[in-house]
């Protein structure tokens, strides 16, 4: 079994480069807490998005990654924060097809439909936190209805 070496880590977000190292180390957590190819591009893809994302409206944070138990289920929490002007409207943000044109595309909605469980933290003049967590050979969770 491996262990959870070198998942756990704090990373700046403030380029372009450092959103290479994000999706870099993401998929190296994952990988080594047991998730298959899959689920690690679903991960990694999200990331993605919520590192730009960090980087473009949040004007820069950082990314923590911590490997998280439930049972027998390994997964990987990662929470994106940033001091930024905040999300003003987050029902819309999280809404399908809302996106600043920046990004992936997909917008938070999207990057929210590739993990198990989603949070977002975001008050208008102080900053964003995102957290995420996905669970290693488990079901994506439904859809929800708009």
């Known amino acids: 079994m491996q262990t959870a070496a070198g998942v ?6 403030r380029s372009d480069m450092d959103l290479v190292w994000v999706r870099q ?15 690690q591009t679903k991960l990694v893809t999200a990331a993605s998005e ?6 473009v409206h949040g004007g820069g ?3 923590e990654t911590t490997p998280v138990v439930s049972g027998r289920t390994r997964g990987l929490r990662l929470t994106f924060s940033d001091e930024g002007p905040g999300i003003a409207d987050l029902e819309r943000a999280l809404s ?3 996106t600043s044109g920046d990004g992936l595309g997909m917008g938070l909605g999207g990057a ?6 989603f949070a977002v933290d975001s ?5 964003t936190k995102v957290t995420v967590v996905s669970w ?5 969770r439904p859809r929800e209805e708009s």
């Open 96 to 98: 399908d097809g809302y």
């Open 136 to 140: 290693a050979a488990m079901p994506p």
């Open 61 to 63: 944070g950082q990314m």
């Open 112 to 117: 929210r439909r590739l993990v198990h469980e």
């Open 50 to 55: 919520l590192a730009r994302n960090t980087l």
């Open 25 to 39: 180390h993401v998929r190296q957590a994952a990988g080594l807490l047991g998730f298959g190819l899959v689920e």
């Open 8 to 13: 756990e880590a704090c990373l700046p977000i």
């Open 123 to 127: 008050t208008p003049g102080v900053g």
